[in-house]
Nanobody
Framework: QEQLVESGGGLVQAGGSLRLSCAAS????????MGWFRQAPGKEREFVAV????????RYADSVKGRFTCSRDNAKNWVFLQMSRLKPEDTAVYYC??????????????????WGKGTLVTVSA
């Protein structure tokens, strides 16, 4: 069974850094694009970053460009999201996500085939 499990969430001061990890199980993930989404209180779930499994292409939402970095360790089937210069508005449940094939130009929830259960990130002012 294909599965994504996030970890690394917690409480951090504004301006600080945090790294999220996603463990992917299932051999079919070699052919999946990977990504991160988040859902803040009272907000809809939104795209944060997406990348190919091989890592040749990475795209970020405008709200996190220059602050967040997506990476991977294919040998261990791990995907990471390094978050820096965190802001209170970054507070959200962060979800690891996988898509069969390449990501479209317009990324949305509809393009996700496998979801993780999420990990909570809280940024205090």
């Amino acid at each position: 069974q294909e599965q994504l499990v996030e970890s690394g969430g917690g409480l951090v001061q504004a301006g600080g850094s945090l790294r999220l990890s996603c463990a992917a199980s299932g051999r079919t993930f070699r052919n999946y694009g990977m990504g991160w989404f988040r859902q803040a209180p009272g907000k809809e779930r939104e795209f944060v970053a997406v990348m190919t499994w091989s890592g040749e292409s990475i795209r970020y939402a405008d709200s996190v460009k220059g602050r967040f970095t997506c990476s991977r360790d294919n040998a261990k089937n791990w995907v990471f999201l390094q978050m820096s210069r965190l802001k209170p508005e970054d507070t959200a449940v962060y979800y690891c996500a996988a898509r069969w094939g390449n990501w479209p130009d317009l990324v949305s929830d509809n393009g996700v085939d496998v979801w993780g259960k999420g990990t909570l990130v809280t940024v205090s002012a």
